[in-house]
């Protein structure tokens, strides 16, 4: 069974930094993409990063560019995010993600989410 498995989260101070890790097992994880979601409490699951599986190209959003960066390491079959210089905004549940199409049918798999919490 595909599992991702998010870590890392936790309570850190405004201008901090938390690097978040997801532990994937259960298909051929050098062969997807990989991303990550967050969701604040009350707001719409928000796409913040993407790396592709071939050529390691990445994808951050315009509301996380420039501090957070996203990684990933084959033989450990994980993902990682890079969060620096953190904002109270940038609280929420953290989320990894794997969505493919195969054979006309779309595939996608959550983690169960890391809490990151910025105070002020």
């Known amino acids: 069974d595909v599992q991702l498995q998010a870590s890392g989260g936790g309570l850190v101070q405004a201008g901090g930094s938390l690097r978040l890790s997801c532990a994937a097992s259960?298909?051929?994880?050098?062969?997807?993409?990989i991303a990550w979601f967050r969701q604040a409490p009350g707001k719409a699951r928000e796409g913040i990063s993407c790396?592709?599986?071939?050529?390691?190209?990445?994808y951050v959003a315009a509301s996380v560019e420039g501090r957070f960066s996203i990684s990933r390491d084959n033989a450990k079959n994980t993902v990682y995010l890079q969060m620096n210089s953190l904002k109270p905004e940038d609280t929420a549940v953290y989320y990894c993600?794997?969505?493919?199409?195969?054979?006309?049918?779309?595939?996608?798999?959550w983690g169960q989410g890391t809490l990151v919490t910025v105070s002020s």
């Open positions: 993600n794997l969505a493919y199409r195969r054979w006309n049918k779309d595939y996608n798999y």
């Open positions: 259960g298909f051929n994880f050098a062969g997807h993409n």
């Open positions: 790396i592709s599986s071939t050529d390691g190209n990445t």
